[in-house]
């Protein structure tokens, strides 16, 4: 298995990415000095990258994580103040981060979020992308686009809702409430919080767990529950059929169902 698919083009717009010898593919922001905010060369890489896990038969597990004091501090602000054309430029990178996180949602595979430090604006449709987040103490979350007077992005104004309820969200978003990280996981924004020191070991149990678990059956249930969000009742249970059909053929599910009968 290639231990750095596309890392040279993905390395040169601050964008680390590697699969290990498990499965393991590591996406890492790497513009610490511009608090890993999106600019268009790290969506442009972040497009190619999500494509190659996509294409790939391999990978298992997908692990989202950052550089540096933030985690993701959301679209590249000062890019956007130099713009010649703002709304021109504005549409082509929320364009390009938005099919990323959308082939990101459509994957087939568990996705984990490793928060070492605050999130906003656009970082927020990263966390939500996630399946498993975890936080460190030091963390806190806010939208932020009201303090730059624009509308949101990056999947927040569908998956913030869903996660935290609909008047919470709000609070964040028209009031620019920022939450810490106890909260966020009281809310359900995130799953836990642990020490700084303890973030890494705490990802480390949760990819295990979920190498651990049946392939590719957990990616389907997760590819499932996250196409119900734009699916009619009776979409769903199509693609439960057809899925159940195709997973119930693999050498996985006859093992495990020989062992459970």
């Not at 990415?17 to 890492?28: H, L, Y």
């Not at 896990?53 to 597990?61: G, K, L, P, Q, W």
Request: hydrophobic letters at 50%.
């Amino acid at each position: 298995m290639a231990d750095d698919i596309g890392s040279g083009a993905a390395d040169d717009a601050g964008l680390g990415f590697g699969v290990d010898e498990r499965g393991v593919a590591t996406i890492t922001l790497r513009r610490p000095d511009a608090a890993n905010a999106l600019s268009q060369p790290l969506a442009d890489a972040l497009v190619e990258v999500v494509g190659s896990i996509a294409a790939s038969d391999d990978v298992r597990v997908v692990v989202l994580r950052a550089e540096g004091r933030f985690f993701c501090a959301g679209g590249d602000v000062k890019a956007m103040v130099v713009a010649e054309d703002r709304g021109a430029m504005l549409d082509r990178l929320a364009g390009t981060i938005h099919d990323a996180l959308d082939a990101l949602n459509g994957l087939a595979v568990p996705v984990v979020a490793a928060i070492q430090g605050p999130v906003a604006g656009g970082g927020l449709g990263l966390v939500l992308a996630a399946d498993v987040a975890i936080a460190t103490e030091s963390a806190h979350f806010s939208t932020a686009y009201a303090g730059v007077g624009l509308s949101p992005d990056c999947g927040v104004s569908a998956l913030l809702p869903k996660a935290v309820g609909m008047r919470r969200a709000l609070r964040m978003l028209l009031h620019g409430e920022r939450i810490d990280a106890p909260t966020a996981a009281a809310w359900e924004l995130i799953d836990r919080v642990v020490p700084g020191e303890e973030l890494e070991a705490e990802v480390a149990v949760s990819v295990e767990r979920l190498l651990a678990g049946p392939h590719p059956a957990l990616g389907e249930a997760r590819r499932l529950v996250r196409a119900s969000y734009a699916r009619t009742y009776g979409e769903q249970l199509d693609d439960e059929r057809r899925t159940i059909a195709r997973m119930g053929a693999t050498e996985a599910a006859a093992a495990r169902l020989a062992r459970f009968a």
